[in-house]
């Protein structure tokens, strides 16, 4: 949300008796809360580096960040306290009447309060909020508070809630990702709001914490109740709606490659979760119970500070684990799982329970946060849906860091040195990442499952794995021999050598191939007769631009521009877009950029158009007809792209066009821009090549017409098929007509080709199917000129087009475009001889 630019803000200061972190907290404030006035006091000596406080250093920052509205101070401990109320002392009264010391959590006040003071909140506001995150300090700066616990302050009682439901289209429902992008929505408004499973009646459960969300257990296609109250309970409900309505923004993702798809389960029992084959000795895998001491806490309020700066530095680990690149770069499961378990830690179920057992139980820090992550393990593995009880494990994990952190060490189990089998009773995100560069072959998980998060990092590390083998735990003894393929599920203990050696063969063969495709993923994309296909990578953000570079991407064959305008309260200006779109091109360097223009409406909503609600938006004002309603929303985002795009090979992409004048509307709408930019005497691409999405029917049977004016295609299959089919994609009783196979989708794209190439045009693939194997030799067949793909998807797909010959590819396609079921279509596609 944008603060107020006419008013002064409410400066903070952080003091703390250490320097990295008051800066890690200064850091993580503005990260949410950019260009406050914000200052840090911490450490001494002469480069601050040893602990403790300097009044004087407080008494300057208090300066600094005094800007008239007041200034809010937050402190770490006891002597800092002291040190601050010392600075007090030599402020001007002027400027002391608006000073505040604030009995506030350190890492959860400061961010509550620059939230407040970046919207414009004045000083009882911006403190407020910030007692609100916890009131642990009270008993020093308000020693005759008796309250124990902060409640935040809301609405009047005779207010009335505003209310939305909406159904959940996620996969596994609303699980440890998605509930923390929820919270994370959720903190960003001022508004009480409360969650509720309204298929089941559970609830309500706060929308601040995650495990509260967590035990609603709201599955796919039950629905969500959300319920507000206070000043932005409009907008807030707004923005969570799109967010619910979008998934969450988890990726579409081809079957074989989805770490949420269901596995086939083998003939002999066992879950297959991570592909590939594995030999070596098994290595029993135990993780030792923490020794906790159960000693009473002689200072209450020093035990509940040294535990918030125990979590505050597990925060930092987690972060730095989020950064840390799989096999094929920095993958977004990963980064997920461990934001995921950050926002766990921010979790009010977790700290009231500790809190307690320190207040009212006088249990030390570390046996008062094993109590609290102990009981809410034990609340998600009591939870009827599998993939939530799979949470308990993350719950331990980061229970676990957090002990670490205060000097209660669980002995790590020893990582073999040779290449060996571990056999473990789950696999926690943090022991699957210690697995990275060692010599574990695979994994086999006693429990466990497809969609555990140690499982999902098993696949971004490339380590084969199975699950679900506790049936056969008898067999598994230290040190025998064995052999798994994480691909079918089997399992085989003391393997004959004919049958070891078959599978040694089996592994090397796979592991020549990956390594070859990765190593040969920079060329290019031509078959064995000589027909180039492009290959181009989707992207969403800096770090998809930089990893498609490095996956061999030839392009960026759709630039999703959402992520500027999703999740705010007003639209970004033009400078805030040109500065994104830079960054993304600078990233990803030379090369063709199609960048898509605003595709919203439908699943995702824009609160601040005042968008009305319609009964079925996926057929209304969405897309480009959004754009084409608001000239000036889409006049500043074609101004920001014609000014990042000079010197670039940009090309401008127009979603769900539907016919021609929607399409020239757009096109007079581009060249309106760059008359206005050559008005300013501003830089900017001229000419710029202008390409329409092909997702909608009409757009398909009118493509020779629009073939005229469009200089490029782009086949969006995701909504083409959907739309055709009349079968809404989230909708999993419909899953049957969810793929690219079907006839008349085949007919369509075989139209939608031959119709562009009449003229000249070139057509892409950006849906998902241009990532499945089968169906992207398919489309090569029927005539696509490119395939637009997930990076972790270039050097698979570059290397399936350089063992095909084009002319096997057309007879496979002509046979399928007179198939007239899926199966058929199937049958058809059936590898040529010799492949």
């Known amino acids: 949300m944008a603060p107020p630019t006419e008013q002064?803000?409410?400066?903070?200061?952080?003091?703390?008796?250490?320097?990295?972190?008051?800066?890690?907290?200064?850091?993580?404030?503005?990260?949410?809360?950019?260009?406050?006035?914000?200052?840090?006091?911490?450490?001494?000596?002469?480069?601050?580096?040893?602990?403790?406080?300097?009044?004087?250093?407080?008494?300057?920052?208090?300066?600094?960040?005094?800007?008239?509205?007041?200034?809010l101070v937050l402190m770490d401990m006891g002597s800092a306290v002291l040190s601050a109320e010392t600075a007090l002392g030599f402020l001007d009264d002027e400027i002391k009447a608006k000073v505040r010391l604030c009995a506030a959590p350190f890492v959860e006040g400061a961010v509550?309060?620059?939230?407040?003071?970046?919207?414009?909140?004045?000083?009882?506001?911006?403190?407020?909020?910030?007692?609100g995150a916890l009131s642990q300090k009270s008993s020093h700066l308000a020693p005759d508070s008796t309250a124990s616990t902060f409640t935040p302050s809301a609405a009047p009682q005779a207010e009335v809630e505003t209310e939305i439901v909406l159904p959940v289209r996620n996969p596994h429902g609303l699980h440890a990702r998605p509930a923390a992008k929820l919270v994370q929505a959720a903190a960003r408004f001022r508004a009480e709001i409360r969650v509720f499973n309204a298929t089941t009646g559970k609830g309500p459960a706060s929308a601040r914490s995650l495990s509260g969300i967590g035990a609603l257990e709201i599955l796919q296609g039950q629905q969500i109740r959300l319920a507000a109250s206070g000043p932005e309970s409009e907008a807030a409900l707004q923005a969570l709606g799109a967010l619910i309505a979008s998934g969450f923004g988890e990726a579409e993702e081809p079957a074989s490659s989805s770490s949420n798809d269901p596995a086939p389960v083998s003939t002999n029992g066992l879950l297959p979760v991570s592909d590939g084959i594995a030999l070596g000795p098994l290595f029993l895998f135990s993780a030792g119970e923490p020794v906790i001491p159960d000693t009473p806490a002689e200072n209450r309020s020093a035990e509940l500070q040294k535990l918030r700066e125990a979590v505050a530095a597990a925060c930092i680990d987690l972060d730095t684990e989020r950064k840390e690149p799989g096999i094929g770069g920095v993958s977004d499961d990963r980064a997920a799982i461990f934001e995921a378990q950050r926002i766990l830690l921010d979790d009010p179920a977790l700290w009231e329970a500790a809190d307690r057992a320190v207040t009212e139980d006088h249990a030390n820090a570390a046996a008062a946060w094993r109590q609290s992550t102990e009981k809410l393990r034990r609340q998600y593995e009591g939870l009827s849906d599998d993939y939530l009880r799979r949470r308990g494990a993350d719950v331990s994990d980061v229970g676990r860091r957090v002990l670490a952190k205060l000097g209660i060490e669980t002995a790590a189990p020893p990582i073999p040195a040779h290449p060996s089998i571990l056999v473990c009773d789950d696999l926690t995100p943090s022991e699957a990442v210690r697995l990275r560069d060692t010599a574990v072959a695979g994994v086999i998980c006693l429990a466990g499952g497809r969609t555990s998060h140690g499982a999902i990092l098993l696949r971004n590390l490339g380590i084969p794995a199975l699950a679900q083998a506790r049936a056969r735990v008898s067999e598994l003894r230290e040190g025998v021999p064995a052999a798994l393929d994480g691909t079918t599920g089997e399992l085989w203990i003391d393997p004959a050598p004919e049958l070891r050696a078959e599978l040694e063969s089996r592994r090397d063969l796979s592991r020549v191939a990956r390594i070859r495709e990765l190593e040969e993923a920079l060329r290019p994309a031509v078959t064995r007769d000589g027909h180039r296909v492009e290959i181009a990578a989707n992207v969403g953000g800096v770090d998809d631009a930089r990893n498609a570079r490095h996956s061999g991407a030839e392009g960026i064959g759709l630039l999703r521009t959402e992520f500027l305008f999703l999740d705010r309260a007003s639209a970004p200006n033009e400078e805030e877009q040109y500065q994104a779109l830079r960054a993304i091109f600078d990233a990803f360097g030379p090369g063709p950029l199609v960048v898509r223009t605003l595709d919203a409406g439908g699943d995702k909503n824009l609160p601040y158009l005042g968008m009305p609600k319609e009964a079925n938006p996926f057929l209304g004002v969405r897309a480009l007809r959004i754009s084409l309603r608001h000239p000036e929303l889409f006049q500043t985002q074609l101004r920001a792209l014609l000014r990042a795009g000079d010197g670039r090979e940009l090309r401008i992409m127009f979603p769900m066009v539907a016919d021609v004048e929607e399409l020239d509307r757009a096109i007079v709408a581009v060249e309106t821009a760059h008359r206005s930019l050559v008005a300013e005497g501003r830089a900017h691409l001229w000419p710029v090549p202008t390409g329409i999405m092909i997702e909608i029917p009409s757009a398909a049977l009118l493509a020779d017409a629009l073939a005229r004016r469009a200089d490029f295609f782009s086949i969006g299959t995701n909504d083409l098929t959907q739309y055709t089919l009349a079968a809404d994609r989230g909708n999993p009783a419909l899953g049957a007509y969810h793929e690219p196979f079907h006839p008349a989708v085949l007919e369509l794209i075989a139209r939608i080709v031959e119709a562009a190439h009449r003229h000249g045009k070139p057509v892409a693939v950006c849906g998902e199917a241009a990532a499945d194997p089968v169906a992207a030799r398919l489309l090569i067949g029927l005539g696509i000129d490119e395939l637009s793909v997930a990076s972790r998807a270039i050097p698979r797909i570059k290397a399936i087009v350089r063992a095909s010959r084009l002319a096997d590819l057309h007879v496979q396609a002509l046979a399928a475009r007179q198939a007239s079921t899926i199966v058929a279509v199937r049958a058809a596609l059936e590898p040529p001889p010799g492949d």
């Open 112 to 131: 509550a309060a620059g939230v407040v003071s970046h919207i414009g909140g004045d000083l009882e506001a911006v403190e407020r909020e910030a007692l």
């Open 8 to 71: 002064p803000r409410v400066g903070i200061v952080l003091v703390s008796h250490s320097r990295p972190l008051a800066l890690a907290v200064k850091a993580l404030v503005e990260a949410m809360a950019p260009d406050l006035p914000l200052a840090v006091a911490a450490g001494t000596g002469p480069d601050r580096s040893e602990l403790g406080t300097d009044a004087m250093e407080i008494l300057e920052a208090i300066q600094s960040v005094s800007m008239g509205a007041g200034v």
